[in-house]
């Protein structure tokens, strides 16, 4: 290493679309590192001897190690020790509140000049891509063992991508026509373009995962019936439930889950109606209900359909679940914030349709379980929103349909499964569960961290390694 | 792929389809309905089960072709494929002892019902079906009917066969029956299943009607499917499709079928030259 010197505390911006260029197209927004800023970023990176970003990653990626390859130009290696980790890194370099993991922890933060860990790591998975296949890694000989997985998201991708190369036959069941989860119904285009999916799903095919769509475990099969088949099977089946606000006017016209309105556009690619069969209504004024990722991708999605597209939140801006840089890109876009407001009942016109958001306004009180400021009434402070559409983003628990067709499976109070954090064993032999099913609504890392650690476990269990 | 296995119009406009989906046939029941894309770019669409096979590991629909989807199901010939049959999904529908079952269907709704009534039947109900339609030239299985039912009867638009008018001539039909009916079961259109309920309310008879809301995964993800039923919301793919008749809140359900009432004739206007030039640009 060269003599001591200051540390380079200027992180490099990402080139980006513009925002009034984006806010009409669906196009990924943020284009990216160019192989020169993503070296300059690189050797910003002091190298902690004791790196304290690596605890922070839910999948304790190498990442000094990682961004020393790219400081070097050796984005191969740097391929490697990234994959050895973390089997979607161009998703992850992508989504990850890096904020909230990695970034928070950066030695170079206290000094203002945190390392872009996310975006070297999109970077180094988006060079891989670009020069073709990926390096198919070495599978084990046949175990004769058979294991099933249920649904196609982060945690079952993972799963299935560890157990094919330990010498398993693995097939992954998903209700939808798509592979992908949350990663194609509902993070929307422009921030998650879907042939990334498409290529992380195709990789898998080509090491040999058997993939069947269009299959509702619990209902095409129960989960009993498959291990009639399989000596073992890995529930990800997600937190696909989705919650409404219960309150005056809910099933007007107009009013959509999140769910609703991102598959719509995203599975069902809406936004290219009609060549593309499914509609998705072209609104004026779209208020969306919620603070997290999900309300942001709704009000971004609004935009780009054309309408003025307002965050309806109970508490501040501060206390918002979402990631911070999405939250930045909405607020460049023109996503109008109301903060500390709180739909009351929504009215409606002669025809069903939504017309008024009604709501309360809020100020915020002592911390609540969740450690936020609790929003708190004002008594008498009402205000009126004149809206067309109205996108219910205030969450989601875990489908009931696997757990009420599954006898003994112990599930908890909002229908997750319940499941050893560890080692992903559920309270029946056999089953094992990990992603957003045990844990509710959370992240694409947590929930492919779940899926390797369940897949050591399924691995122990049936070759008592 | 799903292999199309038979395919033809049964009376104008309603066409019969037969598919090949051996796993969503295995433990299919009556009342259970499944998700289908006519092609890669298509909408998903529920379609009631009306008859299936699970030796052969067939399944077949009967449907109203009426907008941009069913329209190109009914091109569908023998031999080719769909992209998604998915199933079988809802409730399957009670199959109780009740003792006179009045079995009530229009259009698709004869289809659909022929399987409930089947196992209506077997289960030792006796029968009474009623088919509703325009004109008699569009009643089809008929002879299926006429073998479970203790009695058939008709009710025609134009008065072509049976009672002349619609379903609300329903009541005449129950009076003029030698029995009480202890059950009404009613398969169609939205508007049939209201107008049917609305006969028998003021009768006291139990109404299962078996809903068609939009849907879009019919698994209980998007919330699209939701009917207010005895003042609670719920979601027609996984606590129905059956409800109680006399609790569905009809005038919010007739509404949000509407919704996309405007772009669903768009496809119909689009021609295909400009989807297809469209379509290779995106897909390079
Ligand atoms: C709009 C949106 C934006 C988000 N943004 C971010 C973000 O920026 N960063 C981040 O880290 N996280 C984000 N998340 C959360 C993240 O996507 C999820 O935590 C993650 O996808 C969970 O992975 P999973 O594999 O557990 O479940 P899912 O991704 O939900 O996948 C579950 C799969 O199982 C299938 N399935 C369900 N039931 C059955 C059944 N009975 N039979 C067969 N298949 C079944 C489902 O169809 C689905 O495909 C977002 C979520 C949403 C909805
Ligand atoms: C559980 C369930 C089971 C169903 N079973 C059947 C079945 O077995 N056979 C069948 O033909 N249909 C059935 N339907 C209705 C069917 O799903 C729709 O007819 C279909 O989605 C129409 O698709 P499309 O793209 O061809 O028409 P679209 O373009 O979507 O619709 C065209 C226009 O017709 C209206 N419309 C659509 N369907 C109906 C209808 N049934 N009655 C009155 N107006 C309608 C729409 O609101 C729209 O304005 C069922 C629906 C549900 C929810
Ligand atoms: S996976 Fe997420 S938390 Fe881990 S290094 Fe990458 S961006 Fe950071
Ligand atoms: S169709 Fe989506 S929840 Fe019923």
Known sequence: MAEKKKPDLERREIPKQPPEVRRHNFFEVALGYTEELAVAEARRCIQCKKPQCVPSCPVEIDIPGFIAHIATGDFQEGVRVLKSRNCLPAVCGRVCPQEEQCEKTCALKKLGGTVAIGRLERFLA???AARGAPEMPAI?????????????????????????????AVTIYEALHRMGGVLVYGIPEFR???????????YLQRLGVKLVTDFVVGKTRTIDS??????????????????????????????????????????????????????????????????????????????????????????????????????ENAEEEGVIFEFLTLPIRYEGDASGWVRRMVCQRMRLGEPDASGRRSPIPIAGDETVFEVDAVVCAIG??????????????????????????????????KIWAGGDVVTGAATVILAMGAGRKAARAMHEYLCGS | MYKVIASRMIVPNVHVLTVEAPDVVRD???????????????????????????????????????????????????GSGIPTVVGPLGNPAEIGLYGTVLCLAGCYGIGSLFPIARALKARGNRIITVLEARSSFLFYWEER????????????????????????????????????????????CTFLLKRGSDATRPLGIPTTVSLNPIMIDGTGMCGVCRVSVGGVTRFACVHGPDFDGHQVDWPELLQRRKTYMAEEVVPLRTSRCEEHSLHAEETR
């Open chain 1, 140 to 168: 084990q000989g046949p175990t004769g063992k058979k294991v099933a997985v249920v649904g196609g998201g982060p945690a079952g991708l993972t799963v299935a991508g560890d157990l094919i190369q330990l010498g398993y």
């Open chain 1, 396 to 429: 989601n628990s875990p489908n009931p349909l696997i757990g009420s067709t599954t006898p003994g499976l112990t599930l908890g109070k909002k229908g997750n499964i319940m499941a050893d954090e560890a080692t992903g064993s559920t309270s029946r032999a």
């Open chain 1, 226 to 327: 498959l291990l009639e088949e399989y000596d073992a099977i890995f529930v990800g089946s997600g937190a696909g439930l989705p919650w409404f606000m219960e309150i005056p006017g809910e099933n007007l016209n107009g009013v959509y889950s999140a769910n609703e309105y991102l598959t719509r556009l995203n599975l069902m690619k809406g936004y290219r109606f009609p060549e593309y069969h499914t509609p998705i209504k072209v609104h004026k004024r779209v208020a969306v209900v919620g603070g997290g990722n999900v309300a942001m991708d709704c009000a971004r999605s609004a935009l780009r359909l054309g309408a003025e597209s307002r965050i309806v939140y109970r508490r501040s801006r501060e206390e918002l679940p979402a990631r911070l840089e999405e939250v």
């Open chain 1, 192 to 202: 998650l373009p879907k042939a990334i999916v498409n290529r992380e799903v195709q």
């Open chain 2, 28 to 78: 299919m029941q009556p009342g259970q309905f499944v998700i289908i894309r006519a092609e890669e770019e298509g909408e998903r669409i529920p379609l009631s089960v009306s008859d299936w096979d699970a030796d052969r590991g067939t399944v077949t629909l009967v449907f109203l072709n009426i907008g941009s989807t069913t329209h190109r199901l009914a091109r569908l010939e023998e």
């Open chain 2, 145 to 188: 009917f006429r073998q479970l039912s203790d009695k058939l009867v008709h009710i025609t638009r134009d008065g072509t066969k049976g009672y002349k008018g619609h379903v609300g001539r329903l009541p005449e039909v129950i009076k003029a029956l030698a029995e009480p009916v202890h059950r009404v079961i009613v398969n169609g």
């Open chain 1, 126 to 128: 988006d060079w891989e």
